[in-house]
């Protein structure tokens, strides 16, 4: 089952100073990049360096502006998702893409299927075929059943086998171990590594280091649009890696702040919501910063949100300044000084249709209101106030929010939950997708706060942010706290052993 | 991970594909069909027995069931097309116009031009839809509205009656072959055309695929646009046919034949188990849930309801079977996420 | 070596309100269109169309789309949230019943009224609940409750009508305001306009609609009580539907099962046309005012000019389709011109 290579010398797929830009924003200014066959190869970078730029140029999703685009030596341009399938390219996402309603079979097979006289669909050959599939694979998923439920491991094999069906030379896999669990994620790397013997040509984009090392032969850093270098993964380190992708030296990135700690101000007992989190137990006090950290899919957020009261637990209690908040109840919640930043910026954080001002004003209409009535000029008072306040750069308080960058989007998201005047802030990646000079900006915004009493409870999947802001670190794995960890005692290593609890052995390469 | 049954014995597989059909949306209609029709046969044995109310039974439903088979196939793609009701009005309406004014044109043609005709009203449709992306339920709403409006126009102050039409055109509206009207197996046999499409055709499975995830239909690189208009035009095809079938029963057409017609193949859809929302049913449901609503509206005067209660009884069994399938979904979704989680321990 | 990134100075910010002058707010909108139609309507029909001038034709004119204008308040909320109603018209059908049995059986008047209302409203809530709670598509329910409502209204008056109403309220209902022409039961009309506006436009409940609509989970992360509010809007659909209901039968003297038949659609229609947008999320109240407006004035001049109603319903179709079909092409055609090389098919914003 090897695959013939068809120009020896080529690479399998291959970027040439690659651009791409969306009206003013430049998302990509220089992608490159050169995946050989039988190879693994890394793609890391910050949130915002281009990487999903990239596959989306490879997957048929974007035209490049310039640059070249090599396929096995030649000259390509896709124009449609189609094309790049039909080249016998496969792009399997962080959320895979499946048909709930159809059975696994059909999914792969879509528009594929194996066919008898009168083009009548040939559904034992079909299903013969997917357990082939999945017996290559070395999975076991019923070939039957309906997509819908199925973990998001499994659908991610579902979209390998519909790859390897394919036969596709080229497998870019986007994050794909940010949702899986330890055994899952050995299962897919078995499947990855069994493919790259096939002679294909893969494409690994994580965040996580550890698993970089371990599956990765080669790796390329990309940074704000930019490519910065490759290397072959025996030859480079963690701290270089990290140098690389910001640019700078990691450990005075972040300033520190100093701040009195006053009371309890959230407490958090027993939170428990069954297969979600387990147990649940800490206090944040008020000056302090404390830090959720953990992989990605460990079920931070999901605790975050059964605090604020948009997702249910079952048992447990929170209570702030001795207050119990009510449960499921995000009015409640505010109404007692609680605020949350989300995760999904776009989705939950803003109305992106609508302008900065009503976004900027939506937490406080209550008290804007004069009976019962709200007037455009005092939301628009208050919008400039905050606004300025955060120095959101916008030229009009009626522009919509969609049009801003990342950035500036996450100021407006903050000024509005600030013009609440909370008093405990929970912050979800507070910056995930922004520039690096906003970043700045932001943990400074976050320390200054800190310093004038508010409690923060700062969820992050980056390690230097958590080891720069936190006072300390509250690690969560699979739903339960593994460790609370004073800033003292907070290191990379303690943090990430304590996020995996994988073998110290195949941790080496981590410092 | 669940485990595969790839080399299960066939004596299994076999039980476990009547354990599917039984559990079927389906066959509990079709249950409740037979239960309805033997509740009233009792009570009343010309309801069943006698050869008008046998051959009624199955005749005056399969126009609606044509309606409701198109109307299945655009929900599934996550569509809808209110403007059948129209089509179909329009195409009975020319569909007498033909007889009258092209003496001796062959039936063949009509039907023909019938389904063309009804044919090129979906094609509007879908090409508006399809291209333009704008929500089916607003532009078939319009065209609704712009179809019956040139019915009521062209009718003027006519009406096509019975006696304009050829003799043997009305014969068809009540022959029967075997005991089965002729019209009735007109549609019969559209609807298993129908049905082994979906079933067994790749762009039949490919409109269950973009009904239930139009983005990932999208980003696999499905040819949407091309099957949602195809869907259209077979939806305004089969309401064309229903149109000439139904100048053929009737023999009177005026021009608010077919009024209401959309709502309730909607509602058969819905109560045949088609989700609102695409991706699920199939035509034989919408069909038997055609079935089901004609001949619960017939039978409740038999079982002492007097018939004014008719639309009640519509609207709740349209309420019920939405809320089945939710309670069913909610129920399914737990049931596989459990299981998901039981294997992951 | 420590970033510093923010200057020492800092800059104040100053924003704008707007970033577009007051009249290209005000005049390059949808509502402004449908406006600009009504009163270009009106202009040329005025002129041409015999009698289309005369204050007789107005009255008839506004007794004739009360019902029309009343239900498009709340259906506006509704539509702007991403849901429908469909059921409507039965309800309107199911008070107008109501309406006349229990006057019939010797109820005042008054109380059969109230009574109605009530019927409305709990049909709105049963609307509401099975929505909101069941978690069922608002199409497909309110597809099934049309039949049931339309159902119990002739169910319960089979084929007869309710006549005898006393003639001082059959007179209220076509009553006008002094020498005017304007019917009275506008005041009514009005004084509910006013507070409908009130809400949608300058209430923490009317901020919260449009959210909704735009982005439900945003709305329910920012503390908006999105299940709340979408039950209250459809049991306001059903209360304001009854009381077109109690209007429609006192105006013709006539309860019957099967008043208003197909009104929803007309009522639908209206709102679409005057700027609101299926998807949800954008509308406002005097464009929908005008779009009834808009179709009923076409209709009584085109009746006057002796044009037939099939005719203006296949203008009313055809304008419906227009209007949705020109919105998503400027949006295609502001997307293209966003793009000079226009060979890509990415979403505007870009990506994180």
């Given at each position: 089952m090897t695959i013939s290579h068809h120009a020896a010398g080529h690479a399998a797929l291959e970027l040439r100073d690659v651009s791409k830009s969306f009206g003013a924003v430049v998302a990509l200014s220089s992608g490159s990049l050169r995946l050989e066959n039988n190879s693994i190869h890394a793609l890391i970078g910050e949130n915002g360096a281009g990487k999903s730029t990239i596959v989306k140029i490879i997957a048929g999703l974007y035209q490049r502006d310039s640059g070249e685009f090599l396929l096995d030596g030649q000259s390509t341009d896709f124009t449609s998702t189609a094309q790049s399938k039909a080249a016998g390219i496969a792009v399997i996402y962080q959320e895979p893409t499946l048909f709930p309603d159809l059975s696994v079979t059909e999914n792969i097979f879509m528009g594929r299927q194996p066919t008898r006289s009168l083009g009548r669909i040939d559904r034992r050959l079909m299903r013969e075929e997917a357990v082939g599939l999945f017996r290559r694979l070395g999975v076991r998923i019923d070939p039957d059943r309906p997509t819908l439920g199925l973990s998001i491991a499994d659908q991610q094999i579902i979209e390998i086998a519909k790859a390897i069906s394919l036969d596709a030379r080229v497998l870019v896999m986007d994050e794909p171990t940010a949702a899986l669990s330890g055994v899952e994620v050995e299962r897919l790397f078995a499947v990855a590594r069994s493919l790259r013997d096939e002679g294909r040509a893969l494409m690994f984009i994580s965040h996580r280091f550890d698993e970089v090392f371990d599956l990765c032969d080669t790796v390329t850093v990309m940074r704000d649009g930019e490519y910065i270098a490759t290397s072959p993964i025996a030859e480079t380190t963690v701290d270089e890696l990290v140098r690389r992708m910001v640019g700078r030296d990691v450990t005075n990135l972040f300033p520190k702040e100093v701040a009195p700690l006053g009371d309890d101000v959230l407490v958090v007992t027993n939170l428990s919501q069954p297969g979600v989190f387990h147990d649940v137990d800490f206090t944040v006090r008020a000056g302090e910063i404390v830090a959720l950290a953990?992989?990605?899919?460990?079920?931070?957020?999901?605790?975050?949100?059964?605090?604020?009261?948009?997702?249910?637990?079952?048992?447990?209690?929170?209570?702030?300044?001795?207050?119990?908040?009510?449960?499921?109840?995000?009015?409640?919640?505010?109404?007692?000084?609680?605020?949350?930043?989300?995760?999904?910026?776009?989705?939950?954080?803003?109305?992106?249709?609508?302008?900065?001002?009503?976004?900027?004003?939506?937490?406080?209409?209550?008290?804007?209101?004069?009976?019962?009535?709200?007037?455009?000029?005092?939301?628009?008072?208050?919008?400039?106030?905050?606004?300025?306040?955060?120095?959101?750069?916008?030229?009009?308080?009626?522009?919509?929010?969609?049009?801003?960058?990342?950035?500036?989007?996450?100021?407006?998201?903050?000024?509005?939950?600030?013009?609440?005047?909370?008093?405990?802030?929970?912050?979800?990646?507070?910056?995930?997708?922004?520039d690096v000079g906003t970043k700045a900006e932001v943990h400074r915004l976050l320390s200054e706060l800190a310093g004038t009493g508010l409690a923060i409870l700062m969820i992050s999947s980056e390690l230097p942010e958590v080891l720069g802001m936190a006072d300390r670190v509250l690690v969560v794995r699979e739903g339960r706290i593994t460790a609370s960890l004073a800033r003292a005692d907070a290191t990379a290593e303690s943090v990430m052993l304590a996020a995996t609890q994988s073998a110290p052995a195949t941790k080496e390469a981590v410092r | 991970m669940t485990t595969t049954t790839a080399s299960a014995p066939a004596g299994q597989r076999i039980l476990h594909a009547l354990g599917g059909i039984a559990k079927a949306r389906e066959t509990g209609i079709l249950v409740a069909l037979v239960l309805v029709v033997i509740a009233a046969t009792a009570r009343n044995p010309n309801f069943l027995f006698s050869t008008d109310g046998f051959r009624d039974l199955l005749l005056t439903p399969s126009i609606l069931l044509l309606v409701a088979v198109g109307q299945a196939i655009v929900i599934i793609t996550r569509n809808v097309d209110l403007s059948v009701g129209s089509t179909l009005g329009l195409t009975a309406y020319l569909t007498g116009r033909l007889f009258i004014d092209v003496p001796g044109i062959p039936i063949i043609l009509v039907f023909l031009i019938g389904l063309l005709f009804g044919g090129f009203l979906g094609l509007i449709n879908g090409a508006l839809i399809a291209f333009a992306k704008v929500p089916a339920l607003v532009i078939t709403l319009g065209t609704l509205y712009i179809y019956r409006g040139i019915n009521v126009w062209w009718t003027g102050s006519d009406r096509i009656n019975a006696s304009d039409m050829p003799k043997d055109f009305l014969a068809l509206g009540t022959k029967t072959i075997l005991y089965i009207p002729v019209l009735t197996i007109i549609a019969v046999v559209v609807l298993i055309a129908a049905g082994w499409y979906l079933r067994n055709q790749r762009p039949g499975r490919e409109l269950y695929a973009i009904g239930s995830d139009p983005a990932a239909a999208n980003l696999y690189g499905l040819k949407v646009t091309q099957r949602v208009l195809v869907a259209f035009v077979v939806c305004g095809a089969l309401a064309g046919l229903a149109g000439v079938l139904y100048s053929a029963r009737y023999g009177t057409v005026n021009s608010q034949a077919g009024s209401g017609f959309e709502l309730e193949a909607v509602g058969a859809a819905v109560i045949g188990g088609v989700a609102i929302f695409g991706g699920s049913g199939t035509v034989w449901g919408a069909a038997i849930g055609a079935y089901l609503l004609f001949t619960i509206n017939r039978a409740l005067p038999i079982l002492g309801v007097q018939d004014f209660w008719q639309r009640a009884v519509v609207g709740v069994l349209i309420i019920g079977a939405i809320v089945l399938d939710r309670l069913l979904a909610l129920r399914q979704t737990r049931k596989l996420t459990e299981a998901r989680d039981n294997d992951n321990d | 070596m420590t970033e510093t990134t923010t200057a020492t100075v800092k800059i104040a910010r100053s924003y704008r309100d707007y970033s577009a002058p007051l009249w290209r707010r005000v005049l390059l909108t949808r509502e402004s269109a449908v406006i600009a139609a009504l009163l270009i309507v009106i202009l040329v029909a005025s002129v041409s169309v015999d009698h289309f001038a005369s204050p007789i034709t107005m009255t008839y004119l506004l007794l004739d789309i009360t019902p029309i204008l009343l239900i498009a308040l709340p259906m506006t909320f509704v539509i702007i949230t991403g849901e429908i109603d469909l059921s409507v018209a039965s309800t309107v059908g199911l008070s107008s019943v109501v309406l006349g049995t229990l006057h019939q059986g010797g109820m005042p008047i008054e109380l059969a009224a109230v009574a109605a209302l009530v019927v409305g409203a709990l049909g709105g809530a049963l609307n509401g609940f099975l929505i909101t709670v069941v978690g069922l598509p608002s199409l497909a329910v309110t597809i099934g409750t049309l039949a049931l409502y339309r159902g119990l209204a002739v169910g319960l008056l089979g084929t007869t009508a309710v006549t005898d109403f006393t003639e001082f309220w059959k007179d209220l209902a076509k009553s006008k305001i002094g020498e005017t022409g304007v019917p009275s039961v506008m005041i009514l009309f009005l004084v509910l306009a006013v507070l409908f506006a009130i809400l949608l436009h300058f209430t923490r409940f009317g901020r919260g609609v449009y959210a909704i609509g735009l982005s439900p989970e945003a709305a329910l992360f920012s503390g908006v009580r999105v299940q709340r509010t979408k039950f209250i809007l459809f049991v306001l659909t059903g209360t304001v539907s009854a009381l077109?209901?109690?209007?429609?039968?006192?105006?013709?003297?006539?309860?019957?099962?099967?008043?208003?038949?197909?009104?929803?659609?007309?009522?639908?229609?209206?709102?679409?046309?005057?700027?609101?947008s299926i998807f949800g999320g954008r509308g406002s109240l005097h464009g929908v005012i005008a779009g009834v407006l808009l179709i009923g004035t076409l209709g009584s001049a085109l009746r006057l000019a002796s044009v037939t109603s099939d005719v203006i319903n296949i203008i009313t179709g055809l304008l419906l389709v227009a209007s949705v079909v020109s919105t998503s092409v400027l949006a295609w055609l502001r997307t293209r011109r966003a793009r000079p090389g226009g060979k890509t098919r990415a979403t505007p914003a870009a990506p994180q």
């Open positions: 953990g992989l990605v899919g460990a079920g931070r957020s999901e605790i975050a949100r059964a605090i604020f009261g948009v997702d249910p637990y079952s048992t447990g209690t929170v209570s702030i300044s001795g207050t119990r908040v009510p449960r499921r109840n995000p009015g409640a919640s505010m109404q007692l000084g609680l605020a949350l930043v989300p995760e999904d910026r776009r989705k939950q954080g803003l109305v992106l249709e609508s302008s900065v001002a009503r976004n900027t004003t939506m937490a406080i209409q209550r008290t804007l209101s004069r009976f019962g009535l709200l007037f455009s000029s005092k939301e628009n008072e208050a919008a400039r106030q905050w606004a300025s306040r955060l120095e959101v750069k916008t030229s009009a308080l009626d522009t919509e929010v969609g049009t801003l960058s990342g950035g500036n989007q996450q100021k407006v998201v903050l000024a509005k939950w600030l013009a609440t005047k909370p008093s405990v802030l929970i912050i979800d990646e507070p910056t995930r997708g922004i | - | 077109a209901g109690i209007y429609y039968t006192l105006r013709f003297g006539s309860a019957r099962g099967d008043n208003a038949t197909g009104l929803e659609l007309s009522v639908i229609a209206a709102v679409l046309l005057g700027g609101v």
